[in-house]
């Protein structure tokens, strides 16, 4: 018998509440949720791992072990490959549908604890907002070699991971039923019952929506590896852009993490335009979802890694040296590649402000040459001389300006300049039509409610 271990004691407190505790058990499939709610509860609800989770439906029960009364929701698993939407949505109903005092998060135990971690946070996803409602059960603890000697250290990096989770509690299938029960009544008795609400949008951004289909997983592998040759790319360039001069390198530092946006771009645009048709229409929607929320992490991890190189804040609109101005008398909009900030005039080449596609606006322009990621001068972004007579001077009003003296661009319009990858853009997939009805038509079709 192996005695379940809790990380924090906690005394069991009386319910200040006519109705009884009642909690939630989340976790990815195979982890063990069901059978440890069919051990609490006395059901015979199928378990066991598979590729999709083998809970279909959302299931209520009161545990009938241990010696405080609790409810009990399983919930399929977050990491299905087949029904995933009908899952995250199932999930989604769990956690919102009655008030909770608890959210159980059931990991695997691996003798590898990182991989713990790394799961733990894939499962904390959808309830980030709620972790200090979290507590952790680590599920078959019979597979340690010493459980009482690696509680400590596991415990110890699931806390670093989260530090606001409640607590830990690690089991085994052979551990007291009761004994388990009992240590979970005590860590739910700390917490009062709260109605959760999970947004739309938290859901979209969240929750696993869509799992590649095995007709298209050789696509969307080499996808993936393309994105990895991507980043790499232009990680390899950023650490060559290191010895660069502080001007030149600001301003690659800057190309490069427009362009990598760009670069993301088109092959996302590539797979759904091969891929699209052949997807149903839902399928379509949560697949865009999906990849562009990963395309937006990529951004900003590139981002991460480029911007602390820079001698300025590329995103602090109030720095001079965020060179984008605009006329104060004609209205013409400038960025600024050279020269210095005092008194000059109006006029050079055409603004190329909302089409950074142009690359008009670096003086360098980046390319991939066998293989590698390389740049080089753009002439168009030269500064041309102003010359007196208006036909040969290009584009301004020629008016006396003083650089510093201008006020800042006007936030909207520095925002379009400054983004890089927004979740804007995964918001305009969830607000069309074609989405929404789609969504609202599927899910009529999912029973949400609970079952014994």
């Known amino acids: 018998m192996f005695r379940p271990l809790i990380k924090n004691s906690l005394t069991a ?16 499939t195979g982890a063990g949720k069901t059978t440890l709610a069919n051990q609490l509860c006395n059901t015979k609800h199928i378990a066991g791992a598979s590729a999709g989770s083998v809970t279909q439906q959302l299931s209520k029960n009161d545990a009938s072990v241990g010696q405080n009364a609790f409810s009990l929701i399983d919930t399929p698993g977050t990491d299905s490959q087949t029904d995933t939407y009908k899952h995250a949505v199932l999930l989604r109903a769990g956690l919102t549908a009655t008030d909770l005092n608890t959210i159980f998060i059931v990991l695997k135990y691996e003798n590898r604890y990182i991989k713990m ?28 070699k010493n459980p009482q000697g690696e509680f400590p250290e596991i415990c110890t990096l699931l806390t670093e991971a989260s530090p606001h989770i409640a607590n830990v509690i690690f089991f085994s299938e052979m551990s007291d039923a009761g004994a388990i029960a009992d240590l979970m009544y005590a860590c739910m008795s700390h917490m009062e019952p709260q109605r959760l ?11 696993n929506l869509y799992a590649v289909r095995l007709s298209m997983r050789k696509s969307f592998d080499q996808y993936k590896t393309q994105v990895q040759t ?15 001069s502080d001007e030149d390198k600001d301003e690659l530092f800057h190309a490069m993490i427009v ?15 091969k891929h ?5 229409e839902l399928e379509h929607y949560a697949l865009c979802i999906e990849m562009q929320r990963e395309n937006v992490k990529n951004c900003d991890r590139f981002v991460n890694s480029v911007t602390p190189l820079m001698t300025y804040n ?10 984008i101005k605009a006329c104060p008398h004609c209205g013409l909009v400038w960025w600024k590649t050279e020269g210095c900030d005092g008194a000059t005039t109006c006029g050079n080449r055409v603004s190329t402000l909302f089409d950074m596609r142009s690359r008009a606006l670096f003086r360098y322009v980046l390319k991939w040459v066998n293989g590698e990621l390389v740049h080089t001068k753009n002439p168009v972004a030269k500064s041309a001389p102003v010359s007196a007579t208006p036909s040969a001077r290009g584009v301004g009003c020629g008016k006396a300006i003083v650089w510093n003296e201008i006020p800042k661009l006007d936030d909207e319009i520095l925002f379009k300049i400054f983004e890089v990858k927004t979740m804007e853009e995964v918001k305009n997939i969830m607000k069309s039509g074609g989405y929404q009805r789609a ?10 409610t609970f079952h014994s």
């Open 439 to 448: 969504r609202a038509k599927y899910v009529a079709t999912i029973d949400v």
């Open 197 to 207: 609400r999970i947004t739309d949008e938290e859901f979209h951004f969240n929750f």
């Open 117 to 144: 971690v790394d799961n733990y946070l894939q499962v904390e996803q959808p309830v980030g907002n709620f972790t200090s409602k979290i507590v952790i059960l680590i599920s078959h603890m019979d597979e340690a």
């Open 314 to 323: 590329l995103f602090d609109t109030t720095d001079p040296r965020n060179l």
């Open 259 to 273: 362009q990598f946006k760009y670069d993301l771009d088109d092959l996302y645009q590539k797979f759904i335009s």
């Open 230 to 244: 991507l980043f790499a790319g232009y990680a390899k360039l950023r650490e060559r852009t290191r010895s660069a």
């Open 13 to 28: 407190r009386a319910s200040r509440h006519s109705n009884r505790p009642c909690c939630v058990l989340i976790g990815q």
């Open 276 to 280: 699209g048709n052949d997807m149903v």
